[in-house]
């Protein structure tokens, strides 16, 4: 059960709003996002539910939610939202208040979806673009389970989605110039 | 010998799937006095009603049957078709096999045309008796009744008198102003209630067209559209109006305290007062059952601080009455009393108040000075939870329909809370948000976007008391969880119900009323201001609730309906009316007691036979008489005719099947 009323000020809604850009009080509960979402039948809260627990404050409930995690940053949500909220947004800025404060949904699909991001980001520095190859061992061998859609390989192989090698960006060098920025000032923050 | 024309409508497919058209024109045909009959697709179109203007002049027809819907819908537009052609129209029979037959007969097919069949040759030999008959004239009194002094009163009796009608307007408080009065700022616009409204009284009060008897009840209403008597009694007010200045020194030295109506009883006010400071006429009156001196002989005070001598202790009730020809009623709502939600606590917490009490203390003139308050100790609330549908929508305690303000009038009070309490938030418990009005919507979004007002879906289950704290608890559907809101202050926004007055009011005016104690209107879409009895009208919540916008739209189309009946000095009346043959008139007056509508009366008239003496005869007002027939069926020597429904008439209907 949830107590309203008594912790004073909506925090919560405050940060949230600060740090997406967008007004979560606009959302007048319609669903449509939820409809729109390709990934709302995986997520714990679907968006909808997610924007009302940001406007009742429910700080730790939406941190541990595994909603934000599972956002793929689409944008089809907002695209379709009557109010034009800037939803994906939103769920971002959940995640990261959730990364700072260090309240992180430790559910498997939620720890194998943040290593996929961090091998991704990790292909990014390196090499200032993605390397699929390495990326899905990598991500197969840190989720120890090696065979992972193994059977799609050959298929994808001769089709070409799959590069055996990766040439590095002319610009790899400004990317990893960006990362050390980027990783000096969260050490400072 | 009479030539009949039968005209058999298709309706469409209305009739025509279910009645075989073309056999009942066969059959009719059959019939000797019938010299033309004919079938068309849509009777009532203009080449339908060409046929019957160009048969009656071919075919040379002395009366008309038309076989088609309900005459209730086309037997209007029928006599004119026959006016057109030079006929009487009044002989016009319609034979109803579309409400008689077709649709009350869709599963067997040749049952429905035989009873169309029925139907038409019962209406053919009908109309071969029939008569022509001509329009009554009724003369008009020009002059209407307003019942209710609120918004919808007051909206009527000035466009009524704008159109120099004169009106006699009757308020039972001693104020108008009504439920409007009380409010602070209204939706969606924010405007202030008093600065829209107290204009518009005293427009009322100095109106010249306008007769204001406030403090006042109708009881009794004798006659028929045009020429309605009305009986009003004005209660005693123990305060002479001409020799009151409205200064005040008697309700200041009034030693009586007792609750303030005005202010929902949050305040005291005296035992002769005024209600409110803007009150229209803005002269005291005494309450009788709290005066010590009306009760029980002791203090006068308020007469020896009169200086104009304006108090009397004597004065009695007054019966005044006034000759009218339409009549508004116009008498308002009650709000819900909540008592029966026991898990609420009503009654147990102090701190749970009703809406319009909400009003009144946000209210600028109200009784805490347009700051809310707690009621159990004084302190500004900062957690307010309001509660929607406190007796709406709900069959087993309250009522099963929408109030359809509350929705509106809550995000206004959301609204209002955070300009009076900065620092406060406003939680509202809710089933839906029946926002459709113009503003509306947005002005919802604003309440939610602009002022942070929080949302809950769902019911609240109960509430309890916590330290100083009130416990809200319910469910909001929109996470699926149970959430409890830890209050201040909570509001209800209890229902709208029907005045309670109101079945009397409806008795004596001789009108009807739904389950709820609303009054009922002629046609819930077409004819939504008029009752079922001619000359009387609705405006206002008394017909259902509604809000200020649409009161006010209904108040002035009641102004239109009564400028129109007023339009000419005399108004026309079908002439089917009940008449009396004094020579079979055995005087035994039981037609005078069967009459609903009070159109007869006693006559004397000579015996006859060279007798001088009188004797007593049955009288019809035919100004009065609706033509029901309870009269030509009571009386016992059959003296009593009712034109167009003659015995020849009814008997020849009786003989043809």
């Given at each position: 059960?949830?107590?309203?009323?008594?912790?004073?000020?909506?925090?919560?809604?405050?940060?949230?709003?600060?740090?997406?850009?967008?007004?979560?009080?606009?959302?007048?509960?319609?669903?449509?996002?939820?409809?729109?979402?390709?990934?709302?039948?995986?997520?714990?809260?679907?968006?909808?539910?997610?924007?009302?627990?940001?406007?009742?404050?429910?700080?730790?409930?939406?941190?541990?939610?595994?909603?934000?995690?599972?956002?793929?940053?689409?944008?089809?949500?907002?695209?379709?939202?009557?109010?034009?909220?800037?939803?994906?947004?939103?769920?971002?800025?959940?995640?990261?208040?959730?990364?700072?404060?260090?309240?992180?949904?430790?559910?498997?699909?939620?720890?194998?979806?943040?290593?996929?991001?961090?091998?991704?980001?990790?292909?990014?520095?390196?090499?200032?673009?993605?390397?699929?190859?390495?990326?899905?061992?990598?991500?197969?061998?840190?989720?120890?389970?090696?065979?992972?859609?193994?059977?799609?390989?050959?298929?994808?192989?001769?089709?070409?989605?799959?590069?055996?090698?990766?040439?590095?960006?002319?610009?790899?060098?400004?990317?990893?110039?960006?990362?050390?920025?980027?990783?000096?000032?969260?050490?400072?923050? | 010998?009479?030539?009949?024309?039968?005209?058999?409508?298709?309706c469409?497919?209305n009739i025509?799937?279910y009645?075989?058209?073309?056999?009942?024109?066969?059959?009719?045909?059959?019939?000797?006095?019938?010299?033309?009959?004919?079938?068309?697709?849509?009777?009532?179109?203009?080449?339908?009603?060409?046929?019957?203007?160009?048969?009656?002049?071919?075919?040379?027809?002395?009366?008309?049957?038309?076989?088609?819907c309900?005459?209730?819908?086309?037997?209007?537009?029928?006599?004119?078709?026959?006016?057109?052609?030079?006929?009487?129209?009044?002989?016009?029979?319609?034979?109803?096999i579309r409400e008689h037959s077709s649709w009350v007969h869709q599963?067997?097919?040749?049952?429905a045309?035989?009873?169309?069949?029925?139907?038409?040759?019962?209406?053919?030999?009908?109309?071969?008796?029939?008569?022509?008959?001509?329009?009554?004239?009724?003369?008009?009194?020009?002059?209407?009744?307003?019942?209710?002094?609120?918004?919808?009163?007051?909206?009527?009796?000035?466009?009524?008198?704008?159109?120099?009608?004169?009106?006699?307007?009757?308020?039972?408080?001693?104020?108008?102003?009504?439920?409007?009065?009380?409010?602070?700022?209204?939706?969606?616009?924010?405007?202030?209630?008093?600065?829209?409204?107290?204009?518009?009284?005293?427009?009322?009060?100095?109106?010249?067209?306008?007769?204001?008897?406030?403090?006042?009840?109708?009881?009794?209403?004798?006659?028929?559209?045009?020429?309605?008597?009305?009986?009003?009694?004005?209660?005693?007010?123990?305060?002479?109006?001409?020799?009151?200045?409205?200064?005040?020194?008697?309700?200041?030295?009034?030693?009586?305290?007792?609750?303030?109506?005005?202010?929902?009883?949050?305040?005291?006010?005296?035992?002769?007062?005024?209600?409110?400071?803007?009150?229209?006429?803005?002269?005291?009156?005494?309450?009788?059952?709290?005066?010590?001196?009306?009760?029980?002989?002791?203090?006068?005070?308020?007469?020896?601080?009169?200086?104009?001598?304006?108090?009397?202790?004597?004065?009695?009730?007054?019966?005044?009455?006034?000759?009218?020809?339409?009549?508004?009623?116009?008498?308002?709502?009650?709000?819900?009393?909540?008592?029966?939600?026991?898990?609420?606590?009503?009654?147990?917490?102090?701190?749970?108040?009703?809406?319009?009490?909400?009003?009144?203390?946000?209210?600028?003139?109200?009784?805490?000075?347009?700051?809310?308050?707690?009621?159990?100790?004084?302190?500004?609330?900062?957690?307010?939870?309001?509660?929607?549908?406190?007796?709406?929508?709900?069959?087993?305690?309250?009522?099963?329909?929408?109030?359809?303000?509350?929705?509106?009038?809550?995000?206004?009070?959301?609204?209002?809370?955070?300009?009076?309490?900065?620092?406060?938030?406003?939680?509202?418990?809710?089933?839906?948000?029946?926002?459709?009005?113009?503003?509306?919507?947005?002005?919802?979004?604003?309440?939610?976007?602009?002022?942070?007002?929080?949302?809950?879906?769902?019911?609240?289950?109960?509430?309890?008391?916590?330290?100083?704290?009130?416990?809200?608890?319910?469910?909001?559907?929109?996470?699926?969880?149970?959430?409890?809101?830890?209050?201040?202050?909570?509001?209800?926004?209890?229902?709208?119900?029907?005045?309670?007055?109101?079945?009397?009011?409806?008795?004596?005016?001789?009108?009807?009323?739904?389950?709820?104690?609303?009054?009922?209107?002629?046609?819930?879409?077409?004819?939504?201001?008029?009752?079922?009895?001619?000359?009387?009208?609705?405006?206002?919540?008394?017909?259902?609730?509604?809000?200020?916008?649409?009161?006010?739209?209904?108040?002035?189309?009641?102004?239109?309906?009564?400028?129109?009946?007023?339009?000419?000095?005399?108004?026309?009346?079908?002439?089917?009316?009940?008449?009396?043959?004094?020579?079979?008139?055995?005087?035994?007056?039981?037609?005078?007691?069967?009459?609903?509508?009070?159109?007869?009366?006693?006559?004397?008239?000579?015996?006859?036979?060279?007798?001088?003496?009188?004797?007593?005869?049955?009288?019809?007002?035919?100004?009065?008489?609706?033509?029901?027939?309870?009269?030509?069926?009571?009386?016992?020597?059959?003296?009593?005719?009712?034109?167009?429904?003659?015995?020849?008439?009814?008997?020849?209907?009786?003989?043809?099947?």
């Amino acid at each position: 059960m949830i107590t309203l009323g008594s912790q004073g000020k909506n925090t919560f809604l405050e940060d949230v709003n600060l740090k997406s850009g967008a007004n979560v009080l606009e959302c007048y509960q319609c669903g449509k996002c939820v409809g729109t979402c390709p990934v709302s039948q995986y997520m714990d809260f679907p968006p909808r539910e997610i924007m009302q627990m940001v406007k009742l404050g429910l700080r730790n409930e939406c941190y541990m939610a595994n909603s934000h995690w599972f956002c793929l940053t689409c944008s089809a949500c907002s695209g379709r939202c009557p109010r034009e909220i800037d939803i994906p947004a939103v769920m971002e800025a959940v995640r990261h208040l959730a990364i700072d404060e260090n309240y992180i949904n430790d559910s498997k699909k939620v720890k194998e979806i943040r290593k996929f991001h961090e091998i991704f980001l990790d292909m990014i520095k390196r090499y200032g673009r993605n390397y699929e190859l390495r990326m899905m061992a990598e991500f197969n061998i840190r989720t120890r389970n090696l065979f992972k859609d193994m059977h799609l390989a050959p298929k994808a192989l001769l089709k070409g989605k799959i590069p055996l090698g990766v040439k590095p960006l002319k610009s790899a060098k400004a990317i990893k110039r960006m990362f050390a920025i980027a990783e000096k000032l969260e050490k400072n923050k | 010998m009479a030539r009949v024309g039968v005209f058999v409508c298709f309706c469409g497919a209305n009739i025509a799937d279910y009645v075989d058209v073309p056999q009942v024109v066969e059959e009719v045909k059959r019939i000797k006095e019938v010299k033309f009959a004919t079938e068309y697709k849509y009777m009532c179109s203009d080449p339908g009603q060409g046929m019957i203007r160009d048969a009656i002049i071919q075919y040379k027809l002395t009366s008309i049957v038309v076989a088609a819907c309900s005459p209730r819908m086309h037997e209007k537009t029928f006599r004119k078709a026959l006016s057109d052609a030079g006929m009487n129209p009044y002989l016009l029979e319609v034979a109803n096999i579309r409400e008689h037959s077709s649709w009350v007969h869709q599963k067997d097919k040749k049952a429905a045309t035989n009873k169309a069949m029925d139907l038409c040759r019962m209406a053919v030999a009908k109309s071969i008796a029939n008569e022509q008959l001509h329009e009554i004239s009724v003369p008009v009194t020009k002059r209407a009744l307003v019942i209710g002094g609120g918004i919808a009163g007051i909206q009527a009796a000035l466009d009524i008198a704008d159109a120099r009608i004169p009106v006699v307007l009757v308020e039972k408080s001693p104020s108008i102003g009504g439920k409007m009065a009380q409010l602070d700022e209204t939706f969606p616009t924010l405007d202030c209630a008093q600065c829209i409204l107290t204009p518009k009284m005293v427009d009322v009060a100095s109106h010249p067209y306008i007769e204001l008897i406030p403090y006042a009840e109708v009881l009794e209403l004798q006659g028929f559209v045009g020429n309605y008597k009305v009986k009003i009694k004005k209660k005693a007010s123990y305060v002479n109006f001409k020799t009151c200045t409205g200064c005040g020194a008697c309700w200041q030295k009034c030693p009586v305290k007792v609750p303030n109506e005005y202010n929902m009883g949050i305040d005291k006010r005296k035992a002769i007062y005024t209600p409110f400071p803007q009150a229209v006429p803005n002269k005291p009156v005494i309450d009788a059952e709290n005066c010590t001196m009306l009760t029980k002989g002791k203090c006068g005070i308020c007469k020896k601080v009169c200086l104009p001598g304006a108090i009397d202790y004597e004065m009695q009730d007054e019966i005044i009455e006034r000759e009218i020809g339409a009549v508004v009623v116009a008498t308002g709502y009650d709000m819900w009393d909540p008592t029966p939600y026991e898990e609420y606590g009503v009654g147990r917490f102090k701190d749970i108040i009703t809406s319009l009490e909400f009003e009144r203390m946000v209210s600028a003139n109200g009784p805490t000075n347009g700051v809310p308050q707690r009621p159990s100790d004084g302190k500004v609330p900062k957690n307010v939870v309001f509660i929607k549908c406190v007796g709406s929508r709900d069959e087993a305690k309250g009522i099963e329909y929408c109030s359809k303000i509350c929705c509106m009038y809550t995000t206004k009070h959301t609204i209002l809370l955070h300009h009076k309490v900065h620092d406060s938030h406003a939680y509202v418990f809710y089933m839906d948000i029946r926002a459709a009005g113009k503003g509306y919507e947005e002005f919802v979004k604003k309440a939610q976007v602009d002022t942070g007002t929080t949302y809950l879906r769902g019911r609240v289950s109960k509430i309890y008391k916590k330290g100083d704290k009130l416990m809200v608890r319910g469910e909001d559907a929109q996470i699926g969880q149970v959430v409890e809101v830890e209050a201040d202050l909570v509001v209800l926004a209890t229902a709208v119900s029907a005045p309670k007055d109101n079945p009397e009011l409806a008795r004596l005016l001789g009108i009807s009323y739904d389950k709820y104690g609303y009054l009922s209107e002629a046609h819930p879409k077409l004819r939504p201001v008029e009752t079922a009895k001619a000359g009387i009208f609705l405006a206002g919540c008394t017909q259902a609730p509604k809000d200020i916008p649409e009161t006010v739209s209904q108040a002035s189309a009641c102004a239109a309906k009564v400028c129109g009946l007023f339009s000419g000095d005399t108004m026309k009346k079908d002439p089917m009316v009940s008449t009396i043959n004094n020579e079979y008139c055995s005087g035994c007056q039981n037609c005078v007691k069967v009459c609903p509508y009070g159109a007869i009366i006693t006559d004397e008239v000579p015996v006859g036979h060279g007798i001088k003496d009188l004797r007593t005869v049955a009288k019809i007002n035919e100004g009065v008489c609706q033509g029901c027939g309870s009269c030509v069926a009571i009386c016992r020597s059959m003296a009593i005719t009712l034109a167009g429904f003659t015995d020849p008439q009814i008997i020849n209907e009786i003989v043809s099947i």
